[in-house]
C-alpha cells in the first residue's frame, strides 16, 4: 500500500492495484492505528518505520487495525504479506468497435511505456477514439505524467511549469 504520515497518523493513500491489501478492502484515507499489536499512533513514526513493521517475508501474516472515517470501531485485518504487482495500467481494453479505454493508476518509471504499449495494442484492435482514466490516481514521478501528456497534447503549448 502507498501511505503518507499527516499529523502523526500512517494515513494510507492508496492500495496498490492487485496487492494483498486492496484484496483485503483497504481504502483510501484508512488510518493505521496499530501494526502487530503495537500502537502506532501519535508516536512520531517515520516513513522507515512503517516499512520496517509492515513488509516482511512472503506468505507472514501482519496484523493491523484501522480507523475508518464512518466507522465508531477499529477495523481489524490480517495482510498476507506478498509480492507487490507495480504496474500503472489496470485495464486496457476495447468499449466499442472504436473507442479505447485506458485505466492508469499511478505515475511509476514506467508508466509511460506501459501506456505507450496500451495505446499501441488498442490501435491494433482498431481504436480511433481513447478513454483515458485517471480517476484515483495516486500521483507519482512527474517526468512519466509529462510524458504520458506530450502522447497527446502538441509541445509548443505549456501545459506546466514548476518553479522552486
Known amino acids: 500500500m502507498q501511505f503518507n504520515i499527516i499529523e502523526d497518523s500512517i494515513v494510507v493513500v ?9 484484496k483485503l478492502g483497504i481504502q483510501s484515507g484508512d488510518r ?18 512503517v516499512i520496517k513493521r509492515l513488509r516482511g517475508k512472503k506468505g507472514t501474516t501482519v496484523e493491523i487495525k484501522i480507523l475508518r472515517r464512518g ?5 481489524n485485518f490480517a495482510i498476507v504479506r506478498d509480492d507487490i504487482p507495480l504496474y500503472s495500467i489496470d485495464a486496457a481494453i476495447m468499449l466499442s468497435k472504436d473507442i479505447g479505454y485506458i485505466k492508469v493508476n499511478r505515475f511509476s518509471k514506467t508508466t509511460a ?25 495516486s500521483g507519482g514521478m512527474m ?12 509541445s509548443r503549448d505549456t501545459i506546466l511549469f514548476t518553479k522552486g
Open 113 to 137: 511505456t506501459e501506456v505507450q504499449k496500451s495505446l499501441s495494442f488498442l490501435e491494433n484492435k482498431g481504436m480511433e477514439q481513447l478513454l483515458l482514466d485517471l480517476r484515483n490516481n
Open 143 to 154: 517526468d512519466q505524467a509529462i510524458s504520458i501528456v506530450d502522447m497527446f497534447v502538441s
Open 71 to 75: 466507522n465508531n470501531s477499529l477495523l
Open 32 to 49: 493505521i492505528v496499530e501494526v502487530a499489536g503495537e500502537d502506532v499512533a501519535s508516536i512520531n513514526i517515520k516513513n522507515e518505520g
Open 14 to 22: 492508496a492500495a496498490i492495484s492487485g496487492g494483498p491489501s486492496k
